[in-house]
């Protein structure tokens, strides 16, 4: 064993430090959390870095509500990434700040006292019943154009989630928009479990009198066709859940992810998909055998920035 | 504060003790841990007692591979729930063993050569290629029948999620099914992140040259008048996801749930739904003020068994 | 790879099942949470079956407080364990409860008024400072006798923490008491870290005035000898700490641990020797290459009492 | 309540950011991970920068053989800590490096092999037993040092912890040990559960033939002396054990901690004290009611150089 390669650094940080310059010293020592953080991030510019990799991102958990909605509008905007699998919450919360409403923070956690403020938590951010109010009123403003512009012998009023979710992008108009700048870049959105959210009961209750189909299969053949077009393919998965899978079953059809890196704070002991490393992937050919691959046991909204920032130094 | 009424008592262990037995023992305790497994257990054997319950479950992990397929068959068939919410994936693991298909277990992890011996790994069960192949056939069979069943003007090869389910459930003859006994005891099954898995993967191929619409919001409208036709509900959520929500959410229209048991390994620190404990439901009126609501921190494949078994002493 | 026997059963329950009747079902199943817990049991009973097995067990966490005293008691009674490693907090706990205090619940978790009603909190464990009151009085009553008996030329006040805890069992007259346990049935106790708790703090106060010296390093003079006399040793981690390296360590003098049980809900991810798998424990030479280790993430607090009424069935 | 002033900002991320810009960004989202992680740097830089606050400092986990002792000695070297409560493993892996030994990486986890080429793991790190050979050497000198310089009718051999590591710390010849930085630098260091560790180890097998005791209680009288000194003490948690519960257990005597801030993956179902927030401390005066008290739930060796890397740019 050759000893000498291998030893580990103590880290050293100094005032002004970069946020490149800490992650040199994770890199440095190498070990535990702080080498597994910099692995993702060295890893995560070099996905970015490489020309013929397409990157496919999954979110899961309350990425917008949490502060992340900037950064992932940033990563579409200068195209980093080619595919967002996503919740429809999520999705839910990126309108909800277009269309005026916000998250906030510091009512406590009495659940029966914020009910009767109308405020829904979601752990310490939360959210006002008014806001949705006006979501409710934009949002079905929107599922009328479409359902107008879906209702001929073509389509039948049926329509993909996929494609659903770039019209609605391009009528948006906010910079800050994850939708929006997924629309105008071209960048794919999916959501497969998209009906259990906010926006899948207004879909609901819109359907109820009037002609508009989800139709959940037909995103596939899409998506699959993003596959095919990939020479390589990165991913990057930040929680588990349906997103997680429904990205990495995605690449099956091509022996699986070249490379990716995982950040989430759920375990492999429960066998649950979203707590299995990512070399699980391997045996399901959802990640290449010889692929490059990064697990952090963390929590996404303090790592993802960390790493992002980071590698960001490092993107050509 | 009456401290008298309060006080821990230690745990007493015999031998030949009976699980419920042993729950008493958890239930005079009544502190951490076996505090909260003994006051979950309480909780679903009254909330399958009460007359007017109707019980939603959810299930989200591996819970068919995991070993829990028998004892979820046992509660539909004596019709302790009236609702299943599951993922794409455990039912398609209950199809696979309906169709001679099996779990196996000793295989390690070295992932790369699971690969090339055509297993696929979850944590520490394992399937095989062979078996997914027989899945493939079979199930390719019964989409063809309900595929002709469809081609009508009336249903235009249109098909909810819970009715491509139910359907199934009738043809498959296995009585150890969960997708069988639900299709005959009248309990519904939903799985709105259906596409997820292999059964939805099966489903887009099968799609790609024949007429088979899976509309995923039609599930919702049948959902909703089970909601409104329960007096009171109760939830029992094992794991997190789509699941989870999904139940939960349906459950707004009638005000939120009047009791639930949440048994998972998630934690609340993330903001995700699947670590929330039950109490910020309340929040968003998805359980009512004044609900009885237990929260277990565990595995269900090991506190689910242990609980049931307690609750089937205490069930009329 | 033999596939036949290797299958998955999925899990059955019935009324008046009996708990290892329960623990049969998770052994037939094998995998994931429910196959982890029943080889742990499994191995419970054969090394408490071994003759030539002495078995150390280690206890950090709150087991007192959480109603394991009566379940460790009961195994020191029936000389099912030889050694105990346990925190000074639990041997306070123990104390207490001998002196008549005890332990409560259901007030809580508003610690500002906790405190100004005289309440100390563990998780959802209270105690009471009248109890820690009687605790300071009776403990000092044993500190005078104990003093007084070592003021001799031979013994100077010099006391190891082990004869200390074999002293105070002694004097203690109580059934049901761990420390009164283990002096009667020859268990040796140790506890390292005994300075951190509330008997720690009373030791400290009352060498203030009077000449008792505890020797730290004393105690692994004795412990070496109990590890050189068993002919194998089996472990029993609950939890992980100060109790579980200790006791690891001690092994070490005869080339590691035979076989071994830990039930923690720590994880690996930090390096902590809390979170690590036994079988880390062999590089170190703290288990044997080919020892027969079983580790189960989980609540002690649930588990052993599963695990051990299961293996209490199987005891000759 | 006002909304205003408690919106959720959406976190930006930039090129060649500064590690206090990617706070400053975490502090303007302000809810879930990164809020938690902001209020605990802001709250270490208010602590260092407050002039009558003393700071206790526990560290548990292999902080040192996981890259955490360049800036724990840096702490020391600027008086920004005054105590340091750590266990026997971080002081023999400070020992270690100071005597030539150092910390390793990728070998892999077959701990049957590693154990056969003399390799102690611990997760992903690495010890060789040839740099523990010369640490039992050197080791071994300095407490023949000690043990002649402590024979003599005053001492009767007998020295506390605290006092053993100091004289270790002066006779160190390393700028980069926390032993000898603390020793220049009067920071003083306390680990009651040293004996469970290789120093531990060493100072039994020392004491066989020389007289030499460790006199465990003697610490508690200089610890509560440094207490009593401090008008206000602020702590730092880095996982949980007995430094932590030792440091806060001292603070009992003023009434407990004004400010403090946790690092930790422990959590607080089980009632261990590792996982237990801050606050729980109120109930038993280890803080004090209306103390300013921040808790991370995350991996201290990712946490705590970020954290300390942005206080620094606010600490005068």
Redesign the interface.
């Known amino acids: 064993?050759r000893?000498e390669q291998?030893?580990?650094?103590?880290?050293?940080?100094?005032?002004?430090?970069?946020?490149?310059e800490?992650m040199e010293?994770?890199e440095n020592?190498?070990?535990?959390?702080?080498?597994r953080?910099a692995r993702a991030s060295d890893l995560l510019a070099a996905m970015i870095n490489e020309e013929d990799m397409h990157i496919f991102m999954s979110m899961?958990?309350?990425q917008v509500?949490?502060?992340?909605?900037?950064?992932i509008a940033?990563m579409i905007k200068h195209e980093y990434i080619n595919v967002l699998v996503t919740?429809g919450?999520n999705i839910t919360h990126d309108l909800l700040?277009s269309f005026g409403g916000?998250?906030?923070?510091?009512?406590g956690d009495d659940?029966?006292k914020?009910?009767?403020?109308g405020?829904?938590?979601?752990?310490?951010?939360?959210t006002?019943n008014d806001d949705f109010e006006i979501f409710e009123t934009e949002i079905n403003k929107i599922f009328d154009k479409l359902s107008k512009k879906l209702d001929n012998p073509k389509d039948k009023g049926?329509i993909s989630i996929n494609t659903l979710l770039h019209e609605i992008g391009l009528i948006i108009d906010d910079e800050?928009s994850i939708l929006h700048q997924a629309a105008i870049h071209n960048v794919d959105i999916f959501a497969?479990?998209?009906?259990?959210s906010m926006l899948?009961?207004q879909?609901?209750m819109f359907?109820?009198d009037h002609n508009?189909?989800?139709?959940?299969?037909k995103?596939?053949?899409h998506f699959?066709d993003l596959v095919f077009e990939s020479s390589e393919i990165g991913g990057i998965f930040l929680?588990g859940?349906?997103p997680k899978?429904?990205t990495m079953?995605s690449t099956?059809l091509k022996g699986g992810l070249d490379a990716a890196i995982q950040i989430t704070?759920?375990?492999?002991?429960?066998?649950?998909?979203?707590?299995?490393p990512l070399?699980?992937?391997?045996?399901?050919?959802k990640a290449k055998?010889?692929s490059n691959l990064a697990n952090v046991?963390?929590?996404?909204?303090?790592?993802f920035?960390?790493i992002?920032?980071a590698a960001?130094?490092k993107i050509q």
Chains 1, 2, 3, 4 share one sequence.
């Open positions: 064993m000893i291998t030893k580990v650094n103590q880290m050293n940080i100094k005032k002004d430090m970069k946020v490149s800490l010293e994770f020592c190498g070990v535990l959390g702080s080498g953080v899961a958990g309350p509500p949490g502060g992340m909605r900037n950064i940033y919740s919450a700040e916000r998250h906030y923070r510091d009512f659940d029966e914020l009910n009767k403020a405020i829904g938590r979601i752990a310490d951010v939360y006002q049926i800050n497969p479990g998209i009906v259990d899948g009961l879909l609901w359907t109820q508009l189909i989800l139709d959940v299969v995103d596939m053949h699959s929680g859940g349906v899978h429904y079953a099956l704070m759920d375990r492999p002991e429960t066998g649950s998909l979203s707590g299995a070399e699980e992937a391997k045996s399901w050919s055998c010889g046991v963390g929590d996404a909204t303090i790592i920035p960390l992002f920032a960001l130094d």
